[in-house]
């Protein structure tokens, strides 16, 4: 491993100094949707019900795979890449309803025909009200 970062990166003088070289596997899919499940909707859940969103986010499972397809065609990114596609879609909810007084239940993600959807699921009886003021 100390050769072949001296012949593709390094001085030898600089990875003299490394006390351990380690040798990591690129990600597969299911790495990405173990992220996704343990760290992505987790800091997300806690964030929209920290902004009102009371059920915080559903993701299905296509959806959460169609993400990681994405992550892993962006190559040697990683979890970066994983990051910048999961904000791309969520950092827009993020400014919609930061701070609004009408917020939605709920955050769906799901695939619909072909597509990554993000749509607020709003609270049946607040619908309900809305149309008795109005009628």
Do not use: C
């Amino acid at each position: 491993m100390q050769d072949f970062l001296t012949t593709n990166y390094f001085i030898p003088e600089f990875v003299g100094r490394f006390g351990v070289v380690a040798h990591l596997n690129d990600l597969t899919t299911d790495n990405y949707i173990s992220i996704i499940d343990n760290s992505l909707l987790s800091s997300e859940e806690r964030y929209l019900k920290w902004e009102g969103i009371s059920n915080g986010i559903s993701m299905t499972h296509e959806a959460k795979r169609w993400v990681a397809d994405q992550a892993m065609k962006i190559e040697h990114l990683g979890v970066r890449a994983l990051s910048s596609i999961w904000n791309g879609y969520f950092k827009p909810i993020h400014y919609l309803y930061a701070g609004a007084v009408d917020k939605p239940k709920e955050i769906l993600v799901y695939m619909k025909d072909g597509e990554l959807k993000v749509e607020p699921m709003w609270a049946r009886k607040a619908e309900s009200k809305k149309t008795k003021a109005s009628g």
